[in-house]
């Protein structure tokens, strides 16, 4: 079982940046894909963006792409989560999840993670 615990949210101005972390604890942490996905309030949770287990290749949505990056140290059990060019859209809790399948096609797919951290809030001002 691995449990994962994000860290870094904020308020920010628009056009600001932060960087938020989810640590996970357990010794497999290199052998699970991990994603981050968000929920605004009323909204439904989406798919922000997911990272492979070596590191090598990651995924992103069209609303975060340029904006965005992923990036994990395995070493530290730590996965990253750079966010630049906020926009008051981007407001929501940010929460990281992981993802124990092979297939690229469940990259995308809210059920097929699990282990889900408890978030962390971004807020942008405008």
């Known amino acids: 079982q691995v449990q994962l615990v994000e860290s870094g949210g904020g308020l920010v101005q628009a056009g600001g940046s932060l960087r938020l972390t989810c640590v996970a604890s357990g010794r497999t942490f290199s052998s699970y894909r991990i994603g981050w996905f968000r929920q605004a309030p009323v909204k439904e949770r989406e798919f922000v963006g997911a990272i492979s287990r070596g590191g090598s290749i990651s995924y992103y949505a069209d609303s975060v792409k340029g904006r965005f990056t992923i990036s994990r140290d395995n070493a530290k059990n730590t996965v990253y989560l750079q966010m630049n060019s906020l926009k008051p859209e981007d407001t929501a809790v940010y929460l990281c999840?992981?993802?124990?399948?092979?297939?690229?096609?469940?990259?995308?797919?809210?059920?097929?993670?699990?282990?889900w951290g408890q978030g962390t809030q971004v807020t942008v001002s405008s």
């Open positions: 999840a992981t993802n124990n399948h092979d297939s690229s096609s469940t990259i995308y797919q809210l059920h097929e993670y699990d282990n």
